[in-house]
């Protein structure tokens, strides 16, 4: 079992910054990537960023150049993942959410509120 906690959330204005948080625990050593994903009423989850155990990264189009995403890693397995996130639009307003990627299966934290307005 892995347990994740996102922190960081929060309201913000436009163009304005926030950085997320999730902490892993539990049975870490199985985790081979982490991700952040985003929903908003009536669409989809869809993928914001991710990390592998590799170090490698992948970015949704619509936050390439303006999120970052890092994490801990240690020995090809991330037990941390960090989000920057740079010049927030509107249309950034979300609940975010924490996963862990397995061989077995995924994990999720619990989510948090992303809110970018004026």
């Known amino acids: 079992q892995v347990q994740l906690v996102e922190s960081g959330g929060g309201l913000v204005q436009p163009g304005g910054s926030l950085r997320l948080s999730c902490a892993a625990s539990?049975?870490?050593?199985?985790?081979?990537?982490m991700g952040w994903y985003r929903q908003t009423p009536g669409k989809q989850r869809e993928l914001v960023a991710s990390l592998t155990g590799g170090g490698s990264t992948l970015y949704a189009d619509s936050v390439k150049g303006r999120f970052t995403v890092s994490g801990d890693i240690a020995k090809y397995t991330v037990n941390a993942l960090y989000l920057q996130m740079n010049n927030l639009k509107p249309e950034d307003t979300a609940v975010y959410y924490c996963?862990?990627?397995?061989?077995?299966?995924?994990?999720w934290g619990q989510g948090t509120q992303v809110t970018v307005s004026s």
């Open positions: 539990g049975s870490i050593f199985r985790i081979n990537a």
């Open positions: 996963n862990a990627e397995t061989t077995e299966v995924d994990y």
